[in-house]
């Protein structure tokens, strides 16, 4: 059964930074290229940035270009992205989740395994 755990949110002034975790089970970790999503209150789900199996591939959206960074640990089945100058319009619940390449930008759909998410919040 697949499980993905996410952590590591929480509330930060702008311009801060935080470290998001994404524990995952149930799949071949190493085998699968994965991604970060956020949602907003009132806004569709949206992709934040992807890596390859191996992380040596990474892909970013480009409102988080430069101040984000998805890495991965397969020894660990684990893959972050940490977060630094965080802005007001960073706050969303992030996800992360399994995608079929790391230039894919859609989120899986609804019908797909989603985690609970972890809250970002940056005040101004």
């Known amino acids: 059964q697949v499980q993905l755990v996410e952590s590591g949110g929480g509330l930060v002034q702008a311009g801060g930074s935080l470290r998001l975790s994404c524990a995952v089970s149930?799949?071949?970790?190493?085998?699968?290229?994965m991604g970060w999503f956020r949602q907003a209150p009132g806004k569709e789900r949206e992709f934040v940035a992807t890596?390859?199996?191996?992380?040596?591939?990474?892909y970013y959206a480009e409102a988080v270009k430069g101040r984000f960074t998805i890495s991965r640990d397969n020894s660990k089945n684990t893959v972050y992205l940490r977060m630094n100058s965080l802005k007001p319009e960073d706050t969303a619940v992030y996800y992360c989740?399994?995608?079929?390449?790391?230039?894919?930008?859609?989120?899986?759909?609804?019908?797909?395994?989603w985690g609970q998410g972890t809250q970002v919040t940056v005040s101004s």
């Open positions: 890596i390859s199996w191996n992380g040596g591939s990474t």
């Open positions: 989740n399994f995608v079929r390449s790391v230039v894919t930008t859609t989120p899986p759909g609804s019908n797909a395994y």
């Open positions: 149930g799949r071949i970790f190493s085998s699968y290229v």
